[in-house]
């Protein structure tokens, strides 16, 4: 089984190893460049994973069910997309 949030650690230390400035990365060989931008989608791809999953969390709290006690509710929001929405600055398709 898999450690998502080690897997994330690991993989943002290896992208924060290719430095941060525009000058560091100019200088970079090719095969360099090429990997260094494979390490920043795998970090993405793990992030997109860990929001997923914290999105399902806040829907899961903010279900129908749950009424004004609900997550979303309490919240002042009429769903837990909205919600996200909100508090993340993202469009309603990414929330």
Do not use: F
């Amino acid at each position: 089984m898999t450690n998502l949030a080690e897997d994330l650690r690991q993989a943002a230390d290896a992208v924060a190893l290719l430095r941060s400035s525009r000058a560091d990365l100019a200088a970079l060989p090719d095969a360099e460049a090429l990997a260094g931008q494979k390490r920043i989608a795998c970090a993405r791809r793990l992030l997109d994973t860990y929001a997923a999953l914290m999105a399902a969390t806040i829907a899961d709290r903010s279900r129908p069910e749950l009424g004004h006690s609900g997550l979303a509710a309490q919240q002042g929001y009429l769903s837990p997309e909205a919600l996200i929405q909100n508090w993340t600055g993202s469009s309603k398709g990414d929330a």
